[in-house]
């Protein structure tokens, strides 16, 4: 699971790489963090649906949710809470880190890169 989460930040990163080296020139960090913002915020929701779908998918088939127990699921279900609205922090999140990485990324190449 960390080296996923890990690979997954990489590419977040790469694709605002990507989207500044689109860039027309002359680069600057402004226009390539934004491109990197757009091409992350693409990739994030992107990313986000599908984790959500694949986690949807797992909870209807009976697995649990990482890192709680049957009987944490069982508890929430009683409570009225159904399980599946935790995976909305996850797909935000990964929304948010994605576009922050990406627009890094941009960013970053467009200010050195030379034209």
Same mark, same amino acid.
């Given at each position: 699971m960390w080296v996923s989460c890990g690979v997954s930040l990489l590419i977040y990163a790469g694709i605002g790489v990507l989207a500044g080296l689109?860039? =027309?020139p002359p680069r600057a960090a402004g226009k390539g963090a934004g491109a990197g913002a757009i091409a992350g915020l693409l990739s994030g929701l992107v990313s986000g649906v599908v984790g959500v =779908?694949?986690?949807f998918?797992?909870?209807r088939q009976g697995t649990t949710i990482s890192g709680l127990t049957p009987e944490q699921m069982q508890q929430l279900a009683q409570s009225g809470l159904d399980p599946a609205v935790l995976m909305i922090p996850g797909a935000v999140c990964s929304l948010g880190i994605g576009v922050g990485l990406a627009a890094i990324g941009g960013a970053i190449l467009?200010?050195?890169?030379a034209d």
């Amino acid at each position: 699971m960390w080296v996923s989460c890990g690979v997954s930040l990489l590419i977040y990163a790469g694709i605002g790489v990507l989207a500044g080296l689109f860039l =027309a020139p002359p680069r600057a960090a402004g226009k390539g963090a934004g491109a990197g913002a757009i091409a992350g915020l693409l990739s994030g929701l992107v990313s986000g649906v599908v984790g959500v =779908a694949i986690m949807f998918i797992q909870m209807r088939q009976g697995t649990t949710i990482s890192g709680l127990t049957p009987e944490q699921m069982q508890q929430l279900a009683q409570s009225g809470l159904d399980p599946a609205v935790l995976m909305i922090p996850g797909a935000v999140c990964s929304l948010g880190i994605g576009v922050g990485l990406a627009a890094i990324g941009g960013a970053i190449l467009a200010a050195v890169k030379a034209d």
